[in-house]
């Protein structure tokens, strides 16, 4: 069975599961683009195709077809490697356009940061630049990795912050981290002694990501709707995302009855028997 294959056979299972319940509203992001990439490496197209695989199937459904899809891409228009996600501490050397990969976001069509080798799959699919069959989301990773700054830095500051916050000595560093079970602590970040220059590692960010994400899609939950987050993903981000959607239901004021299932797909370098998909649920109590 091929990379590609064993996801589509694990979401087929998810899809066929779960189908029966209220309709949900459902959010496919495929598509991740970097500026450092003049175009998308060969496993990024991959996903995105698998992503449009999701979205005809979702379509195609004649009971349990979703009350709404929406689809939405995620731009890396982050310019250094840091310890975290980011710039170390927050040191502002930021690319705010993809100049380097011959890429900028217009303030008004973002559609046009989209590589040139990606675009096809997306007019294969009714997306053009003026008009779409699917409602399409546009996520800047700096925008996000700043909004997740801010939150971090609020509930450090807040005074029940020792409720679910857990700050370490580390050196010249304080490190950040959500408590859990102790075995289970998540390290959100870190800042300098003393300050609240801090920079967040890629667990923040996409727990920022997600509730985003949620923000954008609550105008199209019904009564009883539940939502349904598929983020396609290489194996080395697995544990970020999958530790971020958990980080996410506890840092954010996420609504207590609804339901939310994040759907990570991971695709592996060799095919194996590892899990090709990790559900993370949110708590509804």
């Known amino acids: 069975m091929s990379h590609s294959s064993s996801v589509t056979a694990a979401l087929n299972e998810y899809i066929n599961k779960n189908s029966k319940g209220p309709a949900p509203v459902v959010v496919i992001e495929g598509g991740y683009f970097d500026s450092r990439d003049v175009e998308p490496p060969d496993d990024r197209l991959l996903h995105l195709r698998d992503s449009f695989w999701l979205l005809d199937k979702l379509s195609r459904l004649t009971i349990g077809q979703p009350r709404m899809i929406v689809l939405s891409a995620f731009f890396n228009d982050l310019s250094t490697e840091g310890r975290y996600c980011g710039i170390d501490l ?8 993809f100049a380097d990969a011959g890429l900028k976001i217009k303030d008004r069509s973002p559609f046009s940061a989209i590589p040139q080798g990606a675009i096809p799959i997306y007019h294969r699919h009714g997306i053009e630049e003026d008009e779409s069959k699917y409602q399409l989301y546009f996520y800047r990773m700096r ?7 801010s939150h971090l830095k609020k509930l450090i500051q807040s005074p029940n912050a020792s ?42 960010l996409m ?14 939950l019904g009564d009883g709707s539940p939502l349904w987050i598929f983020d396609f993903n290489r194996f080395t981000e697995r544990d970020r995302v ?11 004021n996420w609504p207590a009855p609804l339901k939310v299932e994040v759907v990570n797909c991971i695709y592996y370098p060799k095919v194996n028997d590892a899990i090709p998909i990790f559900v993370t649920e949110k708590p509804t109590f």
């Open 90 to 97: 927050c040191r502002d050397e930021i690319n705010t356009v």
């Open 143 to 149: 925008t996000t990795r700043n909004r997740a700054l």
């Open 163 to 204: 409720e679910i916050l857990h700050q370490v000595d580390d050196g010249d560093v304080i490190d950040i981290r959500l408590k859990r079970k102790p075995a289970e602590e998540i390290v959100l970040g870190s800042r300098r002694k003393g300050t609240y220059r801090m920079s967040v590692r890629c667990t923040a």
């Open 207 to 220: 727990a920022q990501h997600y509730w985003d994400i949620y923000q954008r899609s609550a105008k199209y």
């Open 242 to 252: 999958h530790s971020g959607a958990k980080a996410s239901f506890d840092l954010y």
